[in-house]
Antibody
Framework: QVQLQQSGAELVKPGSSVKISCKAS????????MHWIKQQPGNGLEWIGW????????EYNQKFNGKATLTADKSSSTAYMQLSSLTSEDSAVYFC?????????????WGPGTMVTVSS | DIQMTQSPASLSASLEEIVTITCQAS??????LSWYQQKPGKSPQLLIY???SLADGVPSRFSGSRSDTQYSLKISRLQVEDIGIYHC?????????FGSGTKLEIK
């Protein structure tokens, strides 16, 4: 069965970077986009962007250009998101999510989320 | 960017009551809309896709409808396990955009 396993919670300092992971199993990793979604405490959801592990293509929400960098490692079926120049506004839970079909963006599968806390 | 205006922000209803949540799109998105349920401390779960299609395993008391650029999620007979936050998401064009969420509680 499809599973998305995310890395653990991170406590990081302002101005630093963090890289969180999403390890996929139960399907062909290179055949589906992987999306990333942000949820700040008490707030709604924001779409960050997607990566297609098959060829490394990416698309970002312009709001996250320069903030988030999406990569994927085919050998380990793991997607990564690096967040840079962290501020308190980046404190949030970050989800990875896989759509039911590549390019058909209804998200049947979600990771449990990774909480990132930015604090000095 | 396409704006999704979701209402109400919160809702308290009695068991067995009919509940309706709406999302208004700022432009035509066709049927490219989905609804998600998020329980406390959990990731969202797909309820409805294509505006009206029920996702696998979702109880039939959930339904989705569309009228022009207004989309609705209806719960026909509210159950205790339905409490949580409901989100709409347009997938017509990037950036994908969510509604602001509706927190559903039992009265």
């Amino acid at each position: 069965q499809v599973q998305l396993q995310q890395s653990g919670a991170e406590l990081v300092k302002p101005g630093s970077s963090v890289k969180i992971s999403c390890k996929a199993s139960g399907y062909t990793f290179t055949s589906y986009d992987m999306h990333w979604i942000k949820q700040q405490p008490g707030n709604g959801l924001e779409w960050i962007g997607w990566i297609y592990p098959g060829n490394g293509n990416t698309e970002y929400n312009q709001k996250f250009n320069g903030k988030a960098t999406l990569t994927a490692d085919k050998s380990s079926s793991t997607a990564y998101m690096q967040l840079s120049s962290l501020t308190s506004e980046d404190s949030a839970v970050y989800f990875c999510a896989r759509p039911r079909a590549s390019g058909w963006w209804y998200f049947d599968f979600w990771g449990p989320g990774t909480m990132v806390t930015v604090s000095s | 960017d396409i704006q999704m205006t979701q209402s109400p922000a919160s809702l308290s209803a009695s068991l067995e009551e009919i509940v309706t949540i709406t999302c208004q799109a700022s432009q035509d998105i066709g049927n490219w809309l989905s609804w998600y349920q998020q329980k406390p401390g959990k990731s969202p779960q797909l309820l409805i896709y294509g505006a009206t299609s029920l996702a696998d395993g979702v109880p039939s008391r959930f339904s989705g409808s569309r009228s022009d650029t207004q989309y609705s999620l209806k719960i026909s007979r509210l159950q205790v396990e339905d409490i949580g936050i409901y989100h709409c998401l347009q997938v017509y064009s990037a950036p994908l955009t969510f509604g602001s969420g509706t927190k559903l509680e039992i009265k």
